[in-house]
Antibody, heavy 123, light 110 residues
């Protein structure tokens, strides 16, 4: 059973960088079996893909965030991370880490989710 | 605003059947991309209900079923139960916008 746990600051100042980490247990990130992704949900709104990456190095980011987002994988610590630069209040949301099968190609589904972590962007 | 449109809410009495539509376009469903469905209870992690248009993961009751035709998809819940009260989201891939979720539907059990 794969388990995911997000961690990181709950408060980030505007214009600064949001950094979150997802610790993975139950599977090795280097196995290549999954993609590693992030999804967010602003309060009162729907789910929004942030992006996903593969152990091979390929990635797919939300075009509206692509200039500001990086998802990276740390195989030595079995975790992956989200970095979002130049944040504004619009980036306030619950952020979920998520994984799905790496074979899915374009229309990938999310097989497992973390519990989510609230990040507030405010001075 | 998502490219996958769902009704904001649907409701039904216990035991009834409800359906949730997910309307897409030629750049997602019409291009052959699959639809997936999730159940989301506030404060918890979303749960995969249907993947690949009509497949249920292990442990998901067969009361939940999915279908896709042309540029639309739907999720049906039969034998509605109080525990089904939640938000439901469709999800797919769009040639222009990449991974996308639907706008979400709140299911209420009367």
């Amino acid at each position: 059973q794969v388990q995911l746990q997000e961690s990181g600051p709950g408060l980030v100042k505007p214009s600064q960088t949001l950094s979150l980490t997802c610790s993975v247990s139950g599977v090795s990130i280097s196995s290549g079996s999954y993609y590693w992704g992030w999804i967010r949900q602003p309060a009162g709104k729907g789910l929004e893909w942030v992006g996903r990456v593969y152990t091979s190095g390929s990635y797919s980011y939300n075009p509206s965030l692509e200039s500001r987002v990086t998802i990276s994988v740390d195989t030595s610590e079995n975790r992956f991370s989200l970095t979002l630069t130049s944040v504004t209040a619009a980036d306030t949301a619950v952020y979920y880490c998520a994984i799905g099968p790496s074979y899915c190609g374009g229309d990938c589904y999310v097989e497992s989710w973390g519990q989510g972590t609230l990040v507030i962007v405010s001075s | 605003q998502s490219v996958l449109t769902q009704p904001p809410s649907v409701s039904g009495a216990p035991g009834q059947r409800v359906t949730i539509s997910c309307t897409g376009s030629n750049s997602n469903f019409g291009a052959g991309y699959d639809v997936h469905w999730y159940q989301h209870l506030p404060g918890t992690a979303p749960k995969l209900l249907i993947y690949g248009n009509r497949n249920r993961p292990s442990g998901v009751p067969d009361r939940f079923s999915g279908s896709k035709s042309g540029t639309s998809a739907s999720l049906a819940i039969t034998g509605l139960q109080a525990e089904d009260e939640a938000d439901y989201y469709c999800q797919s891939y769009d040639s222009n916008l990449r991974d996308v979720f639907g706008t979400g539907t709140k299911v209420s059990v009367l």
